[in-house]
């Protein structure tokens, strides 16, 4: 949102004027988005490729992060394929198996127990 104050405003509805910037910059910028809430798919053109090789980011106190050709299956759900997710190692989300912030709003430490920061 940050980086494109015209298009992203949480306080506008809708929260997206994908017209107030161009196609290429609006992609740059969800391309840039973490999570994979984001995503975008042009009329034209190719869809949106996958980091090549496969990214995993582990956030301080926060999600894991992964980029790449993901294939995410969810206990009970079907497969669904991604180039971004975030993932909940908190287990306080309630968008399983996505982190859906609630470790920053919380401030609850995402680091598994007995690990290299206790
Ligand atoms: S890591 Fe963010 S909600 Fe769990």
């Known amino acids: 949102m940050r980086g494109l104050p015209q298009v992203f405003d949480v306080k506008k509805r809708p929260w ?3 017209g107030n910037a161009s196609v290429e910059h609006v992609a ?7 999570s994979g809430a984001l995503h975008y798919r042009l009329e034209e053109g190719p869809p949106e490729e996958p980091e090549q090789p496969t990214r995993v980011a582990f956030v301080a106190n926060g999600p894991i992060n992964l980029r790449g050709d993901l294939s995410i299956e969810v206990y009970g759900g079907d497969g669904m ?4 997710a975030s993932l909940c190692r908190c287990g ?3 968008n399983e198996p996505f982190c859906d912030k609630t470790c920053s ?7 598994p ?3 290299k920061n206790d």
Do not use: L
């Open 16 to 18: 997206i004027q994908p």
């Open 28 to 34: 740059e910028v969800v391309r840039r988005c973490p």
């Open 105 to 111: 709003r919380s401030g609850s430490r995402a680091e």
């Open 92 to 94: 306080q989300t309630e």
């Open 113 to 115: 127990q007995g690990g």
């Open 81 to 84: 394929r991604e180039v971004r």
